[in-house]
């Protein structure tokens, strides 16, 4: 079935340090995988995206990696800052397709100054 | 584009009063998605339409709710009579389904308080 593990669900580095979080998918079908952030009292918004075709995807402090084999993805923010602290989401498609995503539980990431 | 549209962004109800919150995609988008989200259940998918027909309603949690999309730019979600456990934030998302790969755009919450 559909399902998508997420891990850890609390992360606390100091400023500057790196932090990784890991999320595992279980349909093999799956091609597209969105992380998404989610500030205090905000709404969740794309941060960054991978798709089935690469294996490793970057934007500036923040990258994606995907290992379609093992069916994992994971979310590496480095150089952390304060302002990274947030919940974070990793989600996978449905098995149908009509643009159904399977959210992962959530990281809480507290960066500490 | 003014992005997913919510109202109202916060609502204090008393317990079995019927509360509906509204939501409106953004234009162009085919897929529209109703969340709930808490501390203790995370973000939840209550209840998903694509092309203004309901696909999936196996995450709406009882028959209290009810969820609407008379046409595509407008949808409601509904719940009759209200609890107290059912005070949690309220997510309308859309997306556009075949493009982007499903990346979905959600709107600002729908916080729901019930005494």
């Known amino acids: 079935g559909e399902n998508v593990e997420q891990h850890p669900s609390t992360l606390s580095v100091q400023e500057g340090d790196s932090a990784v979080i890991k999320c595992t998918y279980s349909d093999s079908a799956s091609n597209y995988f969105p992380w998404y952030k989610q500030e205090l009292g905000k709404r969740p918004q794309l941060i960054i995206d991978?798709?089935?075709?690469?294996g490793e995807k970057k934007d500036q402090r923040i990258a994606v990696t995907l290992n379609k084999t093992a069916k994992h993805f994971s979310l590496h923010i480095t150089e952390t800052q304060p302002e990274d602290s947030a919940v974070y989401f990793c989600a996978a498609p449905g098995s149908s397709n009509t643009g159904k995503l399977i959210f992962g539980q959530g990281t809480t990431l507290q960066v500490k100054p | 584009d003014a992005g997913v549209i919510q109202s109202p962004r916060h609502e204090v109800t008393e317990m079995g009063q019927e509360v509906t919150l509204r939501c409106k995609p953004i234009?162009?988008?085919?897929?529209l998605f109703w969340y709930r989200q808490t501390m203790m259940r995370g973000l939840e998918l209550l209840i998903y339409?694509?092309?203004?027909?309901?696909?999936?309603d196996s995450g709406m949690p009882e028959d209290r709710f009810s969820a609407k999309m008379p046409n595509a730019s407008f949808s409601t979600l509904k719940i009759q009579p209200s609890e107290p456990r059912d005070s949690a934030v309220y997510f309308c998302a859309s997306s556009r389904t075949g493009t982007k790969y499903n990346e979905q755009f959600f709107g600002p919450g729908t916080r729901l308080t019930v005494l």
């Open positions: 234009s162009g988008h085919n897929s």
């Open positions: 991978i798709r089935s075709n690469v």
């Open positions: 339409f694509n092309n203004n027909v309901p696909i999936d």
